[in-house]
Nanobody, 124 residues
């Protein structure tokens, strides 16, 4: 599985960005897909995820109500709509995939494939 993330950039606090991740594979609709981020000097952390078997979306508390995860199975893509951005959202954002359902979609070690990351910078 190859993942290609895009859409990062520089935005002022309160602004919006939309990240996209294109995935390879003929069974994309069955992939567990997630977004993670890593700020300078910090560990990579969970942002949002979608497990197709549960029909549930998962969000980190820090982004609930501001970020929206979506999936387009016809295009093999997932997106992360980010609104009301804050300086603390500054990080490299990574999309991740597992080709099977996962029990703990917030955990990094549940994912087998990672994109290259896209930088999001929010200025104050």
């Amino acid at each position: 599985v190859q993942l290609q993330a895009s859409g990062g950039g520089l935005v002022q606090a309160g602004g919006s960005l939309r990240l996209s991740c294109a995935a390879s594979g003929r069974t994309f609709s069955r992939y567990t897909m997630g977004w993670f981020r890593q700020a300078p000097g910090k560990e990579r952390e969970f942002v949002a995820a979608d497990v197709w078997t549960s029909f549930n979306l998962y969000y980190a508390d820090s982004v609930k109500g501001r970020f929206t995860f979506s999936r387009d199975n016809a295009k093999n893509t997932v997106s992360l709509e980010m609104n009301s951005l804050k300086p603390e959202d500054t990080a490299v954002y990574y999309c991740a995939a597992s080709r099977s359902p996962v029990a703990r979609p917030t955990r990094i070690d549940e994912y087998d494939y990672w994109g290259q990351g896209t930088q999001v910078t929010v200025s104050s």
